[in-house]
């Protein structure tokens, strides 16, 4: 299984970025997929997931309106939209898989088994 989160780099304020996330070793079927960011000095959070189940997607409150994530089974690639970027938007951005199961929530980084290595997203005048 293998992850390998793209696309990041420096935008200003308020603009855009979509951050690509492909995945191999398994399908949407078998693994959730999860967004997590980690910006210096914050613990990780958590910010959007498609489920493997019915392929519903969440977000963190935080980035709720701002950010949206999609799906491309033929391409074996997750996708993170950033819209209305903010400089407290400016972290390392990760992609994770993991398998869903009771009272494991979407946004909890502890269950997810696999993760790609990070994408520098910067948020800069």
């Known amino acids: 299984v293998q992850l390998q989160a793209s696309g990041g780099g420096l935008v200003q304020p308020g603009g855009s970025l979509r951050l690509s996330c492909a995945f191999s070793?398994?399908?949407?079927?078998?693994?959730?997929i999860g967004w997590f960011r980690q910006a210096p000095g914050k613990e990780r959070e958590g910010l959007s997931y498609?489920?493997?189940?019915?392929?519903?997607?969440k977000y963190a409150d935080s980035v709720l309106g701002r950010f949206t994530i999609s799906g491309d089974n033929a391409k074996s690639t997750v996708y993170l939209q950033l819209n209305r970027l903010k400089p407290e938007d400016t972290a390392v951005y990760y992609c994770?898989?993991?398998?869903?199961?009771?009272?494991?929530?979407?946004?909890?980084?502890?269950?997810?088994?696999?993760w790609g290595q990070g994408t520098q997203v910067t948020v800069s005048s």
């Open positions: 498609i489920s493997s189940i019915d392929g519903r997607a």
């Open positions: 070793g398994f399908t949407s079927f078998d693994y959730a």
């Open positions: 994770a898989a993991g398998s869903e199961g009771p009272g494991r929530l979407p946004h909890d980084g502890k269950w997810y088994d696999y």
